[in-house]
């Protein structure tokens, strides 16, 4: 939705300078809108390969993750220290935690990769809405959680169709058994509206939705108390501490959100796997 748009069928938007984030000034603060998520081009405008502030912190973080992984595992110890460590940790818990507790030690030997991969990009992205200077999730716009949720769909639904044929799995996915003929009239839409039009956009919404409402709230909390401080009245000063700590205390429960975020669509990914595979005992 850029400035191009306007006057095909949009409303002409205001001025887009700056994006929402926490250093604007309370006194100047507009609602936020979608057009907040979509800011103007950086490099390369009118090109297809045209880049806004969003997509630049997602390659940013994205590099961050494969320097980190490069640099953890360069020369990996037998008993690990430091950063090593720490991403041997990680991985461990996507293993242990989620692959083998969902799909059993043999296929989520299969499907580690995958889910590992999904699950750090989901960190890494969601964790740049609490670094300074960067100060939004590119989660919280909706383009990174569809690609994540097409993969997570089609990796699922290949699954399936790969072990019992594309007819057999679509019949074993959408048919209750064991229910009375004329249920099916209203059981089969249901069914068939659950596992493969609810399961992809549940996956991209809650992502989104998460991460866009946390970095909304931090705007209000430190652009209320830079308003306090520098442009409210000389009494409304007091309330500046109480806002801050605020914004501090959202910031660390904003830190547990970004680690749920990766964690449930990792799961959740892995729980589609595991029931397409035994899509016949549904």
């Not at 069928?9 to 809108?33: K, M, Y």
């Not at 004329?182 to 919404?205: G, K, M, N, Q």
């Not at 500046?240 to 959100?257: D, I, K, N, R």
Request: positive net charge; charged residues 15%; proline residues 6%.
């Amino acid at each position: 939705m850029s400035d191009r748009t306007a006057g095909k069928g949009f409303p002409a938007a205001r001025p887009r300078e700056r994006t929402l984030s926490v250093t604007i000034l309370a006194g100047e603060f507009h609602a936020p809108s979608l057009n907040d998520f979509f800011p103007p081009a950086v490099l390369f405008e009118g090109t297809p390969f045209e880049l806004d502030r969003l997509m630049l912190i997602r390659i940013i973080m994205a590099a961050v993750l494969i320097i980190v992984m490069l640099a953890a595992f360069r020369r990996p110890r037998l008993v690990p220290r430091g950063l090593q460590n720490v991403a041997e940790s990680g991985l461990v818990f996507v293993k242990e935690q989620i692959c083998d507790e969902v799909l059993g030690k043999e296929s989520g030997k299969k499907f580690f990769p995958l889910i590992a991969s999904i699950f750090f990009a989901v960190l890494f992205l969601n964790i740049s809405g609490v670094i300074p200077g960067l100060n939004i999730s590119s989660n919280a716009r909706i383009g990174m959680p569809i690609v994540l949720a097409a993969v997570a769909y089609i990796t699922f639904n290949y699954v399936g169709i790969k072990k019992f044929g594309f007819l057999k799995y679509m019949r074993s996915s959408i048919v209750v058994p064991n229910v009375p003929p004329a249920l099916h009239v209203l059981l089969i839409p249901i069914e068939f509206l659950s596992t493969f039009i609810l399961r992809p956009f549940t996956l991209t919404v809650r992502l989104m939705a998460n991460m866009l409402a946390g970095h909304v709230m931090l705007v209000l909390f430190f652009s209320a108390t830079q308003f306090f401080l520098f442009d409210a009245a000389s009494w409304m000063k007091v309330f500046s501490p109480f806002s801050l700590l605020a914004g501090l205390g959202f910031t660390l429960f904003e830190l547990l959100v970004v680690f749920l975020q990766a964690y449930v669509f990792a799961l959740l990914t892995a729980v589609y796997i595991g029931m397409a595979q035994h899509a016949d005992s549904h």
